[in-house]
């Protein structure tokens, strides 16, 4: 078991960082800090100071929630942190410890569990 941290980034598919989608731009933010193992998540349904946003056939949405969220060590999380909080504009940011019980992301580099 490896101890590391958790690092997710809350924000809609409309969001924008410097008048690009948030989304392309915190991936590059990430992967320029270093981070393995981030993945982006795409709600159905949320709601959040902006109002609700939802995917049901009457409320056809292309503002759906989404999260990016990445687990690196805990010296890593907190460095892309420091390095990205400045662009995440009004993205909701929470981080916390987590054990890694398989898989080699820290290890190995690698992004898969048996890779």
Known sequence: MTEASC?????CESSRIDGNPALENILELCQNAGLRGVSVIRG?????QHGTHSASF??????LPLIIEAIDTTERVEAALSQIQYHLGDCTVA?????IRLGSIIAHGATHGHD
């Open 7 to 11: 690092l997710r980034i809350y924000l």
């Open 44 to 48: 159905i349904e949320g709601m959040g």
């Open 58 to 63: 009457l409320a056809l949405s292309n503002n």
């Open 95 to 99: 981080t916390w410890p987590v054990s």
